[in-house]
């Protein structure tokens, strides 16, 4: 497959992260990667890796989502790879970027509530805002932001609520700016995880684990690559007719 698109990934160089295996699932689909995390260097080596692995072209760059100056910095780096041929123009933008909050609700403080919102909701924000005008320009575009179960059925073992409140906002984001890209050939959609197997849940006892596995109808957690595969198809042609949508990839464990 030849590339013609670029995925932009935030939050992947975890190894045993969501954002990590969609970047790679992005390459074996074809797509040239650029990995944006807040270690540079970090982000600039997973690229080679993911590139040299499935023969796309693939850069990485440092951001915090949470900052705009930052944000932007990145945005023009990618930008310029662009320019000089490096890179194909931006299709796919994958906001995977987070941070848990599992402090019950007395004893958060502000600065947690405002860190919280700020890498979940300011950043999802920020980095749509600063790539959509190159998708806008090309006609065609694909947005993904991660949200939660937590944000639909409240709180959880590692995300209380400062997190489910952040992932619900995701949510709101997400449909209202599904409308105002009408006719834009650009779609946004939200991918709602349950439990998943990654380094979020590092430390964790082998008591919570089994509650967490016995609270899932299909009686485990979701691997990185199941949500990854949503996630990209969200990016494909395939998947024109989906905007404003909410995906939920949990296992059965929150049935509407």
Do not use: C
């Not at 995925?7 to 074809?30: H, L, M, N, Q």
């Not at 299709?91 to 970027?97: K, S, V």
């Not at 403080?109 to 950043?123: I, P, Q, R, S």
């Not at 005008?133 to 995300?159: C, H, K, L, N, Y």
Request: hydrophobic letters at 45%; zero cysteines; aromatic letters at 6%.
């Amino acid at each position: 497959m030849s590339t013609q698109r670029t995925a932009v990934v935030t939050g992947a160089t975890s190894e045993k992260g969501i954002g990590r295996a969609t970047a790679e699932r992005y390459a074996e689909d074809g797509w040239a990667v650029v990995i944006l995390d807040l270690d540079g260097e970090t982000s600039a080596k997973v690229a080679a890796e993911i590139g040299g692995t499935y023969n796309v072209p693939a850069f990485g760059h440092a951001i915090d989502v949470s900052d705009e100056a930052s944000v932007l910095a990145a945005h023009a780096a990618t930008r310029a790879e662009i320019d000089s041929g490096a890179l194909p123009p931006v299709g796919a933008l994958a906001n995977i970027a987070g941070i848990t909050s599992p402090v019950p609700f007395l004893e958060t403080t502000l600065e947690l509530w405002n860190k919280v919102f700020a890498v979940n909701a300011t950043g999802t924000y920020l980095v749509t805002k600063a790539f959509l005008p190159d998708m806008i320009a090309e006609g065609w575009g694909r947005i993904v932001t991660m949200s939660s179960v937590s944000a639909q059925r409240g709180g959880g073992v590692f995300g209380k609520v400062p997190y489910s409140s952040a992932k619900a906002a995701v949510l709101g984001f997400t449909k209202a700016l599904a409308r105002e890209l009408e006719d834009t050939g650009v779609t946004i959609n939200a991918v709602t995880p349950g439990a998943v197997d990654t380094n979020i849940r590092v430390g964790s006892t082998d008591d919570q684990e089994k509650a967490i596995a016995q609270g899932i109808p299909l009686g485990r957690t979701a691997t990185t690559r199941e949500i990854a595969s949503v996630i990209t198809f969200l990016s494909s042609e395939d998947a024109a007719y989906l905007t404003g949508t909410t995906i939920d990839i949990n296992g059965g464990s929150h049935m509407h």
